[in-house]
């Protein structure tokens, strides 16, 4: 299994997505090698600066998670992917990480090297090695994105040639190349999970070289495991992927502790209603904003808290000061770990009102935290979900009016928080294992 996060150290979608399927097709018997990039960053201080988690921290939190699991081996090696960076900022990204820390993180590479095994790759364009730099006594590759994911690529089918397996498993764009490679190299079947596509993170403004990398994933696989049927159909008519090789597999969640559906209620008046997530277009946050401006006009004794970084964080704030709505809405910035769950334990109310979201695993979460919850129509979550509130990301007014019916009304959030819990029995990353377990059967059958 080819990713660039577990467990999720940065709380996003796909981190939490690998570690939970994992944890299922653990328990199904399935032995599970999972190839990670080196780096791992923790958090951003000043602008422009990237911690990087320390070899002894990284060592014993892999060792403790290794514990949880009969069949998993965890294998690194060195490259630099990073996470919902864009290809212009992930220079910068790594180069903070070098300089601040003073660590080798990479070695010299040439973006035109193609990955062993994968003959004519369409990789980056063959030249002079760009963004080199001295550091440490030795030259260190600057932080090309695209070098990255092929020097992943490249050092995976180094790893691949002395491991045992029988299926490749590859989680999105960055780790495509690989998965070609992998199984180019070593002779077995490919499998692709598709969390996101460009058409998701960018709209209409895709990047090509990561559309190209998309398609010839999607291509080159046996299997295109997809998180929805709406992402389903953006792989067959964005992609013309051939739709009998498209599987759906949809996302769970780790099921709640008993104890977690008593969650007292918040210390304070105020309602909380929470978005967690990155702060870019894909998301929404302007209309959660704009929805914002239209409750705090009927219902004043409310906080939104706006959970997570991104792109638009600064258009976000300069939002809220021009909608006045300033002194309601609260911004944490990136949230991980146990403060995750303790901003869900406060929340009165979940919302995600996403422009393109395959699956969404955040409801799912807020749900496990006994969390009413608002979903976008436009993601894959609403295909699974039945007693929850849904509106068009775009209809502001209607994703007001059903804000306020959850804050008004105890009975109605009674009711979803009942529903949700029934809604959550039905989910399970066992199950979601189960039939990926029988894909990776029917591959390694031939």
Known sequence: MLGWEFPPYISGGLGTACHGLTRGLDEVGVEVCFVLPTAIPVGAGAPGHVKLRSP????????????????????RVDAVLMPYAAPAAHEQIVRSLIEAEGVEVLARLSPGEAPAGQAGAAGPAAGPTRGMFVHGGGVHYAGDLMGQVYRYARLAVELARRESFDVVHAHDWMTYPAGLAVAAACKRPLVVHVHSTEFDRSGENVN??????????????????????LTRNIVLHRYQVPPQKVE???NAVEAPGGAELETPPIGHTEKIVLFLGRLTMQKGPEYFLMAARKVVQKFANVRFVMAGSGDMIAQCVRLAADLNIGRYVAFTGFLRGDDVDKVFRMADLYVMPSVSEPFGIAPLEALSHNVPVIISKTSGVSE????????????????????LAVLRHPPLQKTLRHHGQIELRKLSWRDSALKVKTVYEKLAAG
């Not at 990284?58 to 998670?65: I, K, N, T």
């Not at 699974?384 to 804000?403: G, P, Q, R, S, Y």
């Open 56 to 75: 002894v921290d990284l060592a014993a939190e892999e060792r403790r998670v290794a514990r949880q699991f009969e069949h998993l081996a965890l294998r």
């Open 208 to 229: 090509q070289q990561v559309y190209d990398i998309e398609r010839m994933g999607m291509h080159g696989a046996d299997t295109v495991v997809c998180v929805s049927h």
């Open 248 to 250: 759906v597999v949809y």
């Open 384 to 403: 699974v979900l039945t007693h929850v509130l849904k509106v068009d990301f775009w209809d502001v007014d209607e994703m007001a009016n059903k804000i």
